[in-house]
């Protein structure tokens, strides 16, 4: 199985700050034929089903703000928010699809400092 | 406006069954791989099976493998969860959630989620 492995489990940062975070998996997830990252990342809120923010590790979903952002290829993978504003207090999570079991990281959990 | 609305959720005894249905509406269901993805209470997410668009392809997370079982009825846009011989373990609640790839490749993010239905699973 491919293990997710996220960092840090939590971070506060001040509103208008970046904050940054990391998604290794214990395996590449880069297919060479289509040269697709299978990478997602994910946004949970208390209470609320998760939301598709990033996938193909860069893609941004329809609606999502600019300010989020995905990077990073193979093994290793950064979620980006570039100015942090009160609604994004959530749990952070990367997956992978590029083999079964899909597997999710453990998830990163972000509040205002 | 795409909707998932899970049921069949509840309070079943060790060993015993559950089907969970989820209801789609507002886009092309036999288009799309369809998953189901659970989350223990204060834990984090964990997928549990995924079904192509056409049904034909089913996978499963080695945790429920042999015990659970995905289908769907595309003429009725409904996602299904047989679940059996349940153990304490599988107390979670369940989201069913659309995969993103038009043409129903399993292999892709899930887009849209369902509230998702509480499972408890205790004597």
């Known amino acids: 199985d491919i293990v997710m492995t996220q960092s840090p489990d939590s971070l506060a940062v001040s509103l208008g700050e970046r904050a940054t975070i990391n998604c290794k998996s214990s395996?590449?997830?880069?297919?060479?034929?289509?040269?697709?990252?299978?990478l997602a990342w994910y946004q949970q809120k208390p209470g609320q089903p998760p939301k598709l923010l990033i996938y193909?590790?860069?893609t941004r979903e329809s609606g999502v703000p600019a300010r989020f952002s995905g990077s990073g290829s193979g093994t290793d993978f950064t979620l980006t928010i570039s100015s942090l504003q009160a609604e994004d207090v959530a749990v952070y999570y990367c997956?992978?699809?590029?083999?079964?079991?899909?597997?999710f990281g453990p998830g990163t959990k972000v509040d205002i400092k | 406006e795409v909707q998932l609305v899970e049921s069949g959720g509840g309070l079943v005894q060790p060993g015993g069954s559950l089907r969970l249905s989820c209801a789609a509406s507002?886009?092309?269901?036999?288009?799309?791989?369809m998953s189901w993805v659970r989350q223990a209470p204060g834990k984090g997410l964990e997928w549990v099976s995924t079904?192509?668009?056409?049904?034909?392809?089913?996978i499963y997370a080695d945790s429920v493998k042999g015990r659970f079982t995905i289908s769907r009825d595309n003429s009725k846009n409904t996602l299904y969860l047989q679940m059996n011989s349940l153990r304490a373990e599988d107390t979670a609640v369940y989201y069913c959630?659309?995969?993103?790839?038009?043409?129903?490749?399993?292999?892709?993010?899930?887009?849209?989620w369902g509230q998702g239905t509480l499972v408890t699973v205790s004597s």
């Open positions: 959630a659309k995969n993103t790839a038009l043409g129903g490749s399993c292999y892709s993010a899930q887009d849209y």
């Open positions: 507002g886009f092309t269901f036999s288009n799309y791989a």
């Open positions: 079904i192509s668009g056409s049904g034909e392809r089913t």
């Open positions: 395996q590449s997830v880069l297919y060479s034929s289509n040269n697709k990252n299978y």
């Open positions: 193909w590790a860069s």
């Open positions: 997956q992978q699809y590029y083999d079964t079991p899909f597997t």
